[in-house]
């Protein structure tokens, strides 16, 4: 079974927006066993839009289209395949009822163009959508072509395929099955990963291994196929048990969970709390421990000290000590992490001082050097770090140090 | 002058990898006055690359394949190519003396893979590739369409393009130009903005209009035409004026800022400063405020009070009052904006309390309810709001929301 996607909106043909939809949707499909042929982004002009859909009719049997399922003028998905497919669109009064439910839900009244997305070509079943107004589409095409309509925004196009899309395509995809098993380092770079496991894995073809390196951390995707998924998943687990004995310690997750899951799992599990003192990360390690449903149970809550005076005045940072070994250095680091410890009166303190830039290096301590530390009743421990790249690529890298750090005292 | 591109290569078609060249060269193109009316993302496969060119070729002017020109077995752009225009390949010996003193260069030999990057179709002009092995392919179809071949790596394929490419295209490009504004509006839905604006641009189309939901905000897309830049700019202008004054103050930008760069000039231009205070968006709002380059200026830090207790202990919350009245509401909000105003000793204090779910939701105050607070020397001012989403959306909208406030303030 083939699949095609069709990013759909004008906008994703401008040099601002892209279509990363996609992505998902692929990964979706290639555990069913569906591969994606071809990738297509089209505007929102109507006669675009049926050649789009009429081509990809040629090459795939599932066509699933994105986007352009809006209320307003230029949103002509339903009408661009309801012409090409010869199908009437007709007002479906139990859309129109949900859609407007969701208005009154907040506090909101329907406007009259929302009543566009109740309209569902004759013979197409129209799929709920949890997180927004559009329903998706789901038509069958002379006997054995499937066209998926689905909203654009990721998190609608998301939910609405997991649950109604997913199981239906389940019962119709070939019996070949994939699995596939992530692991994820930090603390390695890409090629110290690619010595480490090259050998093991290039003379393997099932699972094939790609490494790919995110900021922060290597992912390595181990994908098999077999003849059922008990046999794919065998030999998915076999290579990745093989190269996780090898890396070690670094692999933090061999499954979908991010660092600070993991992190969150290991607090919760030895039952500490945790506060956080963050300066150039601004509010970026809170927020991400406090991204974890249920973080509440260990994250205590934290201390953006941004200027130097706040160190001293919210955490009791000497003033001496910053003017001495200045306000990114290991020493204020570790004052940090003990002294936000004690304020909060959490189990262990971890903190973060450095220069994300574009200014405020120096040759001594340049763009990108970070100090972390980690406090608990007895110790301070801090490292220093130097990262590459811009404001935002460091300051993802300083957070996933300082996550890094807390995860290996956890794990011993 | 229409074009389409094609981007090869079976990886992108993969979850991990993305065709990233397309949104420079639609760059690019626009700025020729040529616009990009499909783009697609195919395999290795001869057959489907073919398919891909046939189909274009009916679409476009212009088909500008990237990718699939190197030297290995899979590399398959030239061969499918001159094969869909009954071309004939042939060794070109100019071509294989520069491939070979490329090699020469760095004291290595040729491998006899890279002679298959010397043929070149019959008819075609080939084009010299400075930085990487592949040259390009320049092709005249039927007289009147162009198919354009480069090379996938991003820097060998922008070098090309501008020096070899750009100067020919320019030559045959229409005398028609574009220009584009976006405007950004906070604090309205896509079909309030589409209410408001709709009557005036669906009557208009130069320049085009598109309405566009993003998370917590909608983006307002505007592009003209014009026999030049000034001509086209001047439409773009006028027309994004006419739907900014119908807008009013909910339009927060009209350039490239994003919110938290639109608040930092204003704080920046008013010499203030601000602490923020925040609960469940955890850190959130203060790491999108340090976000943006220099934001030590105006932002002097911030408390994340995730326990009821430390909103207390850090911020001086009377503990009465969150029981009183619960920790998410108006006063506890108003409260802790006050609050970290006065601890951190900023001109203003910014603070979010709310549900961001999944869990701890009432009948009385479901998932999604946040209160946000602003105080100044003088005053202080609450907002209820309800959001609806995930975890991540409600959490993202409430710092909207918060910056929306504190824009509006700054704004008068």
Known sequence: MTAEIIAIGSELLTPFHQDTNSLYLTDQLERLGIAVVQKTVVGDQPDRLSQAFADALKHADLVIGMGGLGPTADDRTREAVAGLLNRKLEHNAEVAALIEQRFRARGKRMPEVNLRQARVPEGADWLPNDNGTAPGLWLTHEEKKIILLLPGPPHELKAMFEEHCL??????????????????????????????????????????????????????????????????????????????????????????????????????????????????????????????????????????????????????????????????????????????????????????????????????????????????????????????GDRERIRWQATQAALSLLRRKLHK
Chains 1, 2 share one sequence.
């Open 167 to 388: 199981p239906r395509l389940r019962h119709l995809a070939p019996k070949q099955a994939f699995a596939s098993k992530v692991l994820k380092v930090v603390g390695l770079t890409e090629s110290e990963v690619e010595e480490l496991i090259g050998p093991i894995y290039r003379e393997i073809s099932n699972p094939e291994t790609t490494v790919l390196a995110a900021p922060g951390q290597i992912e390595i995707h181990v994908r098999a196929t077999g003849s059922d998924t008990a046999e794919a998943l065998r030999r998915s687990e076999a290579l990745a048990g093989r190269l996780e004995s090898v890396l070690g310690e670094v692999v933090f997750s061999s499954g979908p969970e991010n660092l600070e899951q993991v992190v969150g799992l290991y607090l919760m599990m030895r039952g500490a709390t945790l506060a956080v003192a963050e300066s150039c990360t601004g509010g970026l390690l809170g927020q991400r421990l406090t991204s974890v449903p249920g973080s509440s149970r260990y994250f205590l809550g934290g201390v953006v000290c941004y200027s130097d005076k706040l160190k001293t005045q919210l955490i009791g940072v000497p003033l001496s000590l910053i003017k001495r070994k200045g306000a990114v250095s290991a020493e204020v680091a570790e004052s940090l992490a003990k002294g936000v410890r004690r304020r909060i009166r959490s189990a262990l303190g971890l903190s973060i001082t450095g220069i994300a830039g574009p200014e405020g290096g120096t040759p001594d301590k340049p763009v990108g050097t970070v100090f972390i530390a980690l406090a608990d009743a007895r110790r301070v421990k801090s490292e220093k770090h130097r990262f590459l």
